[in-house]
């Protein structure tokens, strides 16, 4: 809101179009919490999620896609295209936000 001359404008003020995260996952104790807050932070199904990360613990990672599943109507896992030859690193893309009908 460019009338608004207080600098307090939250994600509820602004629509957020992309969402990028990099190593959140990697110690992820709550999985079902941060796709939450990835899902709060979407602004509606246009958004787009892109999450990267390093498999180190697959318990915890299959549990994140299967939560981001349950919140994005598209989810795709690649490899990243790029010179990093580094094993095991990932990007999620999500997007089609959903209503929560709960887990």
Same mark, same amino acid.
């Given at each position: 809101?460019?009338?608004?001359?207080?600098?307090?404008?939250?994600?509820?003020?602004?629509?957020?179009?992309?969402?990028?995260?990099?190593?959140?996952?990697?110690?992820?104790?709550?999985?079902?919490?941060?796709?939450?807050?990835?899902?709060? $932070?979407? +602004?509606?199904?246009?958004?787009?999620?892109?999450?990267?990360? =390093?498999? !180190?613990?697959?318990? @915890?990672?299959?549990?994140?896609?299967?939560? $981001?599943? +349950?919140?994005?109507?598209?989810?795709?896992?690649?490899?990243? =295209?790029? !010179?990093?030859?580094? @094993?095991?690193?990932?990007?999620?893309?999500?997007?089609?936000?959903?209503?929560?009908?709960?887990?």
């Amino acid at each position: 809101n460019n009338n608004n001359n207080n600098n307090n404008n939250s994600v509820d003020d602004n629509e957020v179009d992309v969402i990028i995260a990099a190593d959140v996952v990697a110690s992820l104790y709550d999985p079902l919490a941060l796709v939450e807050t990835i899902h709060d $932070l979407c +602004s509606g199904p246009e958004t787009l999620v892109f999450v990267g990360y =390093k498999g !180190r613990l697959d318990r @915890p990672h299959e549990l994140f896609e299967q939560y $981001l599943q +349950s919140r994005f109507k598209v989810i795709e896992r690649f490899k990243p =295209k790029s !010179r990093n030859k580094n @094993p095991g690193v990932y990007v999620f893309h999500a997007t089609g936000k959903q209503s929560i009908t709960g887990l």
